[in-house]
């Protein structure tokens, strides 16, 4: 019988996009959202994409009673725990209400999992655990740093999970920690979908490019790297919904915890960013550098082989597929017929 998986923030960037991995390697999954940040539509287009009816519940990682009585109605066999807010600049102007989500959520959602035994969970970490590292590439055995509210919360998310496995060895626990998510399913159905001007570069490079935006703000030339600006390790967001198959593969099977990162191993500046979009795109994407970000880390880039180790987990997509892909996203039809992310209240 197919292993039940419950997946929270399943309706955000990379939850929709490990949703489908899920599917395809055929799991029964449950999605909880809040909608906080993700589009209601895209429920629909991940039916489309899928074929099949998407089990889902709109619901509050901090609601006990709703979590309880999913657990009961479903008794799932493992959680994928995506939902989380992720603004590192919120962060810093709300911590508290990072902390209630990332951190009380998460522990909500522990101990719903305890009652209901089901003690196996993947969690969502970032490289943004490391803070500057003294080491690139950077190995997962790198210290602690925190830079801000929320890179505190991934790091505590973190520990606590330690501290709990450590305590009470029924918990089998994935700590999976992304570089720079980039790209979108070829599909064009799914993809990243900021409610606002966005943060990040490749969704703020994808609105230049579209016109949307008139210009991109290189934040700083004058870091230690070849070209001067900053360096991190893009990789495909459908490369991280396999690690996250791979994951869930290694607790439920031979119930085998681990803690890795998951990039590809290499690094790319942000005028090579821009390069690569402009090729992409065959469109301009017209540029201005600005001062340093502040809070930014000049180099990320993943020492990769401990997930190849343990997970047999390799990145296989190109910087030029993420661009390519996450163009046809941002240049495709879902909007036509769904609600887009542009047009949906
Ligand atoms: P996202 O915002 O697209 O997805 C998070 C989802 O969680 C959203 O759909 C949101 O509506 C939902 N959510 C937020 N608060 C909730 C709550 N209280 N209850 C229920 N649902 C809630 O973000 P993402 O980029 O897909 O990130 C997923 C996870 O990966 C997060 O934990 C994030 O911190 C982590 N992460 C992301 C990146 C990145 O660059 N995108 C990098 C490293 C780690
Ligand atoms: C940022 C967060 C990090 C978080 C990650 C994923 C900060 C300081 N860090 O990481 O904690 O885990 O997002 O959500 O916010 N850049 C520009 N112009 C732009 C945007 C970015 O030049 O408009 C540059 C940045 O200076 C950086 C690179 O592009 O060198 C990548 O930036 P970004 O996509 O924001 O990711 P991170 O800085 O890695």
Redesign the pocket.
Known sequence: MAEKILL??G?????SHTYVALIEAGYEVTI???????NRSVVHRLERLTGKPVSFAE????DATTLASLFSEHQFDAVVH?????AVSESVERPLDYFD?NIS?LINLLRVMDAAGCRTIVF?????VYGVPDETPTPETAEFRAMNPYGQT?ISGEQILNQLTAADERWNVGILR?F??AGAHASALIGEDPRDIPN?LMPYIAKVAAGELSELQVFGDDYDTPDGTGVRDYIHVDDLAKGHVLSLAALLGEGQGHLVNLGTGEGHSVLEMVAAYKRASNRDVPYRITERRAGDVPVYVARADKAEEILGFQAEHSLDEMCASSWHWITGEHSSEDPGPENEE
Do not use: C, E, H
């Open positions: 929270t923030g309706a955000g960037y990379i939850g909880l959202d809040n909608f906080q940040n993700a619901a509050d990682i901090r995506f939902a989380a807010l992720k989500v959520g969502s970490s970032s490289a943004t991934k992304y720079n998510p990040n």
